[in-house]
T-cell receptor, first 112, second 113 residues
Framework: GQNIDQPTEMTATEGAIVQINCTYQ??????LFWYQQHAGEAPTFLSYNVLDGLEEKGRFSSFLSRSKGYSYLLLKELQMKDSASYLC?????????????FGAGTTVTVRA | DSGVTQTPKHLITATGQRVTLRCSPR?????VYWYQQSLDQGLQFLIQYYNGEERAKGNILERFSAQQFPDLHSELNLSSLELGDSALYFCASSPSTGGETQYFGPGTRLLVL
């Protein structure tokens, strides 16, 4: 199984940068996902890492280190609409079966 | 809009009752996943169907069951409902057996009174 840890809450100012860390333990790592979820709404896909390094997508970047079981999501030029929960999810593979497990989520509050 | 649809959006029922939640995957997706999200539990994987067959099981109670029909839509049946079953239920879909990104539907909010 997986043990996925991420901070519960973070607060930042509009225009600033916030980094959300995620650590995990898994036996058949097959990729790490970040999802954004506004309260009461569906999780929406942000990024995917399967190899070590940084993936950049506009204001959002995600980093992975498989040897350290560590990822972070970097949100730049924060906007009020970025206030949401950010979910780290790890995919395991065993033979031809895959399982996606989610962390509890980090609630980011952006203040003016 | 992810292309995954779920009905109903909201459901209010009483303890002991049975409800059915419905999900239509994105066009072309063969896998459907069901998740439960409650305030104190986070997003919990319940079950996956692939092309009509059960593919993987997570933390699904025996009171809950699901199926996927030939047109690939899926239903999640919740019976003998308890107060603790109150939660958001999400459906997600992906093209194949699970090695791809999952896209989530808008969810069904279930309230058991």
């Amino acid at each position: 199984g997986q043990n996925i840890d991420q901070p519960t809450e973070m607060t930042a100012t509009e225009g600033a940068i916030v980094q959300i860390n995620c650590t995990y333990q898994t036996s058949g790592f097959n990729g790490l996902f970040w999802y954004q979820q506004h309260a009461g709404e569906a999780p929406t896909f942000l990024s995917y890492n399967v190899l070590d390094g940084l993936e950049e997508k506009g204001r959002f970047s995600s980093f992975l280190s498989r040897s350290k079981g560590y990822s972070y999501l970097l949100l730049k030029e924060l906007q009020m609409k970025d206030s949401a929960s950010y979910l780290c999810a790890v995919r395991d593979q065993r033979s031809n079966d895959y399982k996606l497990s989610f962390g509890a989520g980090t609630t980011v509050t952006v203040r003016a | 809009d992810s292309g995954v649809t779920q009905t109903p959006k909201h459901l209010i029922t009483a303890t002991g009752q049975r409800v059915t939640l419905r999900c239509s995957p994105r066009s072309g997706d063969l896998s459907v996943y069901w998740y439960q999200q409650s305030l104190d539990q986070g997003l919990q994987f319940l079950i996956q169907y692939y092309n009509g067959e059960e593919r993987a099981k997570g933390n699904i109670l025996e009171r809950f069951s699901a199926q996927q029909f030939p047109d690939l839509h899926s239903e999640l049946n919740l019976s003998s409902l308890e107060l603790g079953d109150s939660a958001l239920y999400f459906c997600a879909s992906s093209p194949s057996t699970g090695g791809e990104t999952q896209y989530f539907g808008p969810g069904t909010r279930l309230l058991v009174l």
